[in-house]
T-cell receptor, first 116, second 115 residues
């Protein structure tokens, strides 16, 4: 019953450092995405993938890179961390759906990142 | 510019009473709406959804009502239980999102159900 697993749960970085937030799902979901949650801003989509080898930008992609080499994994890379990237990051996945039943996402527990 | 608005940041109700959480939207292209529930230190979990072709969807104690003309939806929880205490997010998407699952989220309403 692992579902969506995110690591690490907590991370403190200094400005300019790089790191990767890991996300793995064991439900064979085609769709995966990364969100950030900030006070007063709600959840905002960073990047998403509709399948292995396919990624695209969301609302707030700047400063982040993603790749999707397998169905299971969708890492989020911060190339040069900035204080503005201090946030809680959520990875989410969704199965391929038919008809109009879109949007039922399965979320990980979140990764809290602080950039000093 | 918030396309999905939850104007009440918090709500407090007594156990056993009805909880009503409200959500307004501005984009007339939205045709599918979802409610998620979030406990502290956990990710959001899907609760209930409604398509724009319906005006009501019910799942146990949870009912979502959609008023398209008013661009308004509400989540009713009856009866409310202490375990319902959480943050509730309203989200919306339009059919053109297709497989992109581009949900637009409200800021959430924190519900406290008091014993």
């Amino acid at each position: 019953n692992a579902g969506v697993t995110q690591t690490p749960k907590f991370q403190v970085l200094k400005t300019g450092q790089s790191m990767t937030l890991q996300c793995a799902q064991d439900m064979n979901h085609e769709y995966m995405s990364w969100y950030r949650q900030d006070p007063g801003m709600g959840l905002r989509l960073i990047h998403y993938s509709v399948g292995a080898g396919i990624t695209d930008q969301g609302e707030v992609p700047n400063g982040y890179n993603v790749s999707r080499s397998t169905t299971e994994d969708f890492p989020l890379r911060l190339l040069s961390a900035a204080p503005s990237q201090t946030s809680v990051y959520f990875c989410a996945s969704s199965p391929r759906t038919t008809g109009r039943r879109t949007g039922e996402l399965f979320f990980g527990e979140g990764s809290r990142l602080t950039v000093l | 510019d918030q396309q999905v608005k939850q104007n009440s940041p918090s709500l407090s109700v007594q156990e056993g009473r009805i909880s009503i959480l409200n959500c307004d939207y501005t984009n007339s292209m939205f045709d599918y709406f979802l409610w998620y529930k979030k406990y502290p230190a956990e990710g959001p979990t899907f609760l209930i959804s409604i398509s724009s072709i319906k005006d009501k969807n019910e799942d146990g104690r949870f009912t979502v009502f959609l008023n398209k003309s008013a661009k308004h939806l509400s989540l009713h929880i009856v009866p409310s239980q202490p375990g319902d205490s959480a943050v509730y997010f309203c989200a919306a998407t339009d059919y053109n999102a297709g497989n992109n699952r581009k949900l637009i989220w409200g800021l959430g309403t924190s519900l406290a159900v008091n014993p």
